[in-house]
């Protein structure tokens, strides 16, 4: 449905341009001229009051004079009048509306853009922008914006939240020879966002891979679920993960959620392929809009060099796709294409004197053979060989193998005639490049896109035996009591009511009553302070471990006392917490913020030192199911520690990742509620053993 309804926007059959002018300076000119310029072959309808004609086109003085259908309306009048005129397109029927005029949210002047998305909607129309650049599509033959020319033409689209860097990559194009189709400039978006050109452009034929320059989300999850659901590749550069979030985080896990983390986990889960710069924005780019998903991990590389070839090796092991050694059949295979002196490892290396017929053969040999899962082809450019030659050579043998659902990238590494070369194979579809490094980072991101999409296909789960009642009437009672941080016991009600292994802990009032609760429980025990003001509880020396009798206990719970009300003298104080002493495991910390993008999102990691020091933990928009909480589990550095090094026994791993999905239910369940938490440490046992929440944290919102 908001594919058709955006037919009208993008890929519009009649254009009026609101604010036509016969002055050379000024924008509502420029459109005019782009857009006849560029060929559109419907009717382009100039609106403007007082001219008669521009550009040798009839001028209207309202787009209701107009006399054909207009869909879409590119508004170039200063802010003030596009409420006027957007009434009057709405009247006559418009279906989209190109704002390129300036001056609303982005200057504050929030009102007013709402009030100009209110009318557009009134009348069924859509908006991009306002304070864009417009629109640009080869296919369309329509530069509807005041961007200089059409884009080198490529087959994927190019999404911008920044007009002045779309006008540049328009440029660009044709210095870094990477074409686009489209170029979409997207601005405000106070109607089209990202969510809906991912949709509209994954239904466009014309369309093969879709490129996003994001600044940042209105509504983090519709983008994530339109990237889901998309079955071309996105990919995404998003700027400003530096600052993020990070200050005035009252827990462990809003300190540690930085605007990175959060995006990285976010664009995994959906499929988003994350680009690191501009030039690897384009980079990668080429692959994905000409190339299938690499759909194993077996790169076969042929080189002709052995310094590219050892470059390419370092490359591919820093991208995640290490090189492997193919089987013998295909080694001996390769031998029959290249000299006795050659290597047909991997990378099979041709050496120096391979021309024309040795590229084909082996590359034909390779890329038909059922182990091979993409090709990566290097060549350095010598005296002895013509790079056209190779580059044809290439292309011969990967059309002659009939193998169309492999990828294969290239590096030439010369002069003139190997960029000429390269020029000549990006226009056949075959992706090179001019750094094998870069070759590599290609051909991995088709890998990491195949990878990243069967998780993305994995079924959700729905946790059971929750007890949400009872965790509501905790936190309703805790708001009552005027406080928005819950007390350790009060955590652990709620994390127990999830489900979540906590340790036993008992509040105490008096000094007697903690030694009757420290009976209940066992020795030994350990006794912490109970303060909505103490969060820091170890700061104030509010806790103590191992306390093993009466005497000790009662020792302990007046120190306790003291510490608190030395540390802070008008705390509020609800006790001493008796609390089972857990015996020793793994620390692991599990945590939730609720992120302004994304909402309720988890963390884990490693416990104690490595959290404080290392900060050595992953993230994922929740939920989570176990699987994926497996695959947290397994992506963080210190993994090996739970999997059991040096003679340790394996930990719980399969207990732990059905708590972190526990814990990511909870925090879905109560994301209205809380603002972030920790459980933190989590001591975790041998396999078959558990674990258990030793310390808790609740914040509301
Ligand atoms: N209907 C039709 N035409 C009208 C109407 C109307 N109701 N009202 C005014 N016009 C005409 C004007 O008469 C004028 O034509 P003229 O030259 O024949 O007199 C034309 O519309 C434009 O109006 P101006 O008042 O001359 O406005 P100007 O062209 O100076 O500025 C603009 C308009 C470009 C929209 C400006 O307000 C603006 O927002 N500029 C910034 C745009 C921008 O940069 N956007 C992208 C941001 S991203 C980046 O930074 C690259």
């Not at 857009?35 to 403007?48: A, D, L, Q, R, V």
């Not at 966002?193 to 879709?210: G, H, K, M, P, Y």
């Not at 194993?296 to 590389?301: A, I, K, R, T, Y």
């Not at 109970?530 to 820091?536: E, K, R």
Request: hydrophobic share 45%; aromatic share 6%.
């Amino acid at each position: 449905m908001e594919s058709v309804v955006l037919d009208g926007l993008l890929r519009p059959k009649s254009i009026a341009v609101i604010g036509a002018s016969t002055d050379p300076s000024k924008i509502g000119y420029t459109v005019v001229d782009n857009i006849i310029k560029s060929g559109f072959e419907g009717p382009i309808y100039p609106i403007n009051p007082s001219a008669d004609e521009i550009l040798g086109l009839k001028v209207y003085s309202s787009i209701g004079d107009c006399p054909g259908e207009v869909d879409a309306a590119v508004i170039t009048v200063p802010a003030k009048f596009v409420l006027s005129v957007i009434e009057e397109a709405g009247k006559k029927g418009v279906k989209g509306l190109i704002i390129i005029t300036s001056g609303f949210g982005e200057v504050g002047n929030k009102e007013l853009e709402a009030e100009v998305v209110a009318k557009a909607h009134e009348y069924g129309m859509r908006i991009l922008g306002p304070n864009i650049v417009g629109t640009l599509s080869n296919a369309e033959k329509l530069n509807a914006s005041f961007a200089p020319v059409l884009p080198l033409p490529g087959k994927g689209a190019l999404v911008s939240q920044s007009g002045a860097l779309l006008i540049a990559m328009d440029m660009a194009t044709f210095t870094r020879k990477v074409g686009f189709e489209k170029l979409i400039s997207i601005g405000n978006m106070s109607d089209v966002d990202f969510a809906d050109l991912v949709e509209w452009l994954d239904n466009d034929d014309n369309t093969s891979c879709i490129s996003l320059y994001i600044e940042g989300f209105k509504d983090g999850r519709k983008f994530l679920n339109a990237a889901k659901k998309a079955k071309k590749p996105v990919i995404a550069l998003k700027s400003g993960v530096s600052a993020h979030g990070a200050a005035a985080a009252a827990s462990h896990t809003g300190s540690l959620a930085g605007a990175a983390k959060v995006y990285g986990a976010a664009f995994q889960q959906a499929g988003v392929v994350q680009a690191t710069d501009l030039g690897n924005l384009f980079d990668l780019s080429l692959a994905l809009s000409l190339q299938p998903a690499m759909k194993g991990d077996n790169l076969m590389v042929v080189t002709n060099g052995g310094g590219v070839g050892v470059l390419s090796a370092d490359a591919a092991e820093k991208y995640n796709l290490p090189l492997k050694f193919a089987p013998k059949e295909l080694q001996e295979e390769l031998k029959k294409h290249m000299p006795p002196f050659g290597s047909a490892k991997t990378p099979a290396d041709l050496t120096g004197m391979a021309g024309y017929d040795w590229y084909h053969d082996s590359i034909k040999a390779a890329f038909s053979h059922e182990w091979v899962d993409g090709l990566t082809v290097l060549y350095c450019e010598t005296a002895m060989t013509n790079p056209m030659d190779i580059a044809k050579g290439i292309k011969k043998a990967i059309d002659e193998s009939g193998v169309t659902d492999k990828p294969v990238t290239v590096s030439f590494v010369g002069g003139e005639n190997s960029e000429k070369a390269m020029q000549w194979l990006v226009e056949n579809h075959i992706p090179a490049y001019a750094g094998p490094d870069v070759a590599i980072h290609a051909i991995s991101a088709l890998r990491e896109y195949a990878r990243m999409k069967e998780i993305v296909n994995e079924p959700e789960e729905k946790i059971e035996n929750v007890d949400r009642a009872k965790a509501m009437e905790i936190i309703k009672a805790a708001r009552e009591d005027g406080r928005n941080a819950l007390t350790e016991i009060e955590a652990k009600d709620v994390f127990r009511a999830y489900g979540l292994p906590v340790t036993t802990t008992k509040l105490s009032k008096t000094e007697d009553q903690a030694v009757e609760l420290a009976n209940e429980v066992g020795y030994p025990i350990v006794m912490k302070i109970v303060s909505p003001d103490i969060l820091h509880k170890s700061d104030a020396g509010g806790v103590k471990v191992n306390i093993k009798n009466d005497e000790a206990c009662r020792e302990a719970y007046q120190t306790i006392m003291a510490n608190a009300k030395a540390y802070k003298a008008d705390a509020n104080i609800h006790g001493v917490a008796i609390q089972e002493m857990a015996p020793w495991g793994t620390e692991v910390i599990l945590g939730s913020v609720n992120d302004s993008t994304f909402g309720p999102t988890m963390m884990f990691g490693l416990g104690g030192i490595f959290v404080e020091v290392l900060k050595d933990v992953t993230f994922r928009v929740a939920p989570v199911s176990t699987k994926s909480a497996a695959r947290m589990i397994s992506e963080i550095r210190g993994a090996p520690i739970l999997a059991g090094v040096r003679g340790e026994a394996p930990r719980d791993q399969a207990v732990l990742a059905e708590t972190i999905s526990r814990y990511a239910n909870m925090i879905v369940d109560l994301a209205d509620e809380v603002s972030e938490s920790d459980a933190n440490p989590v001591l975790v046992y041998e396999e078959g053993k558990g674990l258990k929440v030793v310390d808790a944290r609740i914040i509301l919102k």
